[in-house]
């Protein structure tokens, strides 16, 4: 009974109806959300605490004029380009100290120090160091990303099955395959568990990037309207943003882990 039962809940009827019972929540969750939003700009009523239409109208402003398009767009190059950077440069590091115990031993003090140093005196010293340059701006972020994915790729290296290796040297793989088919989709959820935390670290500092030093992007648009007061252009970008992370997120990110944890049981 038990085991027909386990079978019924991975239905692809039951999946969808999961799905659709989440979206249904997090819908409702989110226009709980903006009710409250609405009303306690309603009992304040103040210029600082705008209302949800407020804002919805400065994004409407915003993307008419075309700007919103712009500096969304120019802080999204550089999420992808110093994302990209961390992800490849970090697991490559990962791999090699999950791998290797020597060189885990000794270069364990150096992660720790990455990890616990301000992400905003990495930024200060690129800038210093590299001009308010573009290769400043990405280096500073991709900087501060890399530790946390050579951390979590790290630990799936360490935790790679001996017996599926023996298995691929036994049956003669070779390296491309077993790569291919031992390795990687071992590695695979890591990988995945590192680009998710990686994107939400990412765009954060990004953000304190473009508004130290750039000239563009939602982090520049930030600090200007932070100098004129203006609460509602502030909280147009931090929304719109945030609906494109979260876009990400759902249509990429997540389906991506999904695929990565397929092969588990």
């Given at each position: 009974?038990?085991?027909?039962?386990?079978?019924?809940?991975l239905?692809p009827?039951f999946?969808?109806?999961?799905?659709?019972?989440?979206?249904?929540?997090?819908?409702?969750s989110?226009?709980?959300?903006?009710?409250v939003?609405?009303?306690?700009?309603?009992?304040?009523?103040?210029?600082v605490?705008p209302?949800?239409?407020?804002?919805?109208?400065?994004?409407?402003i915003?993307?008419e004029?075309?700007?919103?398009?712009l500096?969304v767009g120019a802080?999204?190059?550089?999420?992808?380009?110093?994302?990209?950077?961390?992800?490849l440069i970090?697991?490559?590091?990962?791999?090699?100290?999950?791998?290797?115990?020597?060189a885990?031993r000794f270069?364990?003090s150096?992660?720790?120090?990455?990890l616990n140093l301000?992400?905003?005196?990495?930024?200060?010293?690129?800038?210093?160091?590299?001009?308010?340059t573009?290769?400043a701006a990405?280096?500073?972020?991709?900087?501060?990303?890399i530790?946390?994915v050579?951390?979590?790729v790290?630990e799936?290296?360490?935790?790679?099955?001996?017996?599926?290796?023996?298995m691929?040297?036994m049956?003669r793989?070779?390296?491309?395959?077993?790569?291919?088919?031992?390795t990687?989709?071992?590695?695979?959820?890591f990988?995945?568990a590192?680009?998710r935390s990686?994107l939400s670290?990412v765009?954060k500092i990004?953000?304190?990037?473009?508004?130290?030093?750039?000239?563009?992007?939602v982090?520049?648009?930030?600090h200007?309207?932070f100098?004129?007061?203006?609460?509602?252009?502030i909280?147009?970008?931090?929304?719109?943003?945030?609906?494109?992370?979260?876009?990400?997120?759902?249509?990429?990110?997540?389906p991506?882990?999904a695929?990565?944890n397929?092969?588990?049981?």
């Amino acid at each position: 009974m038990a085991l027909e039962s386990n079978k019924a809940l991975l239905k692809p009827g039951f999946v969808d109806l999961a799905r659709r019972s989440r979206l249904v929540w997090s819908l409702g969750s989110l226009l709980a959300l903006l009710g409250v939003w609405q009303i306690a700009a309603l009992v304040i009523a103040s210029r600082v605490f705008p209302s949800p239409l407020v804002v919805l109208e400065a994004v409407h402003i915003e993307f008419e004029s075309g700007q919103l398009l712009l500096h969304v767009g120019a802080t999204l190059a550089r999420v992808v380009v110093s994302f990209v950077l961390a992800m490849l440069i970090g697991s490559a590091i990962g791999l090699a100290l999950g791998r290797l115990k020597v060189a885990d031993r000794f270069f364990d003090s150096w992660l720790i120090f990455f990890l616990n140093l301000p992400a905003l005196v990495i930024i200060i010293l690129c800038y210093v160091w590299f001009g308010l340059t573009e290769v400043a701006a990405i280096t500073a972020v991709a900087i501060n990303k890399i530790p946390n994915v050579a951390v979590t790729v790290r630990e799936g290296a360490r935790s790679l099955s001996r017996d599926l290796s023996e298995m691929a040297v036994m049956y003669r793989f070779g390296w491309w395959r077993t790569l291919r088919h031992v390795t990687l989709p071992q590695l695979a959820p890591f990988f995945a568990a590192a680009a998710r935390s990686g994107l939400s670290l990412v765009w954060k500092i990004v953000l304190v990037v473009e508004l130290l030093g750039r000239s563009n992007g939602v982090g520049h648009q930030l600090h200007v309207a932070f100098q004129l007061f203006d609460v509602p252009m502030i909280l147009a970008y931090a929304v719109a943003f945030i609906v494109v992370v979260q876009i990400i997120e759902v249509g990429i990110l997540q389906p991506l882990e999904a695929r990565a944890n397929r092969w588990r049981r």
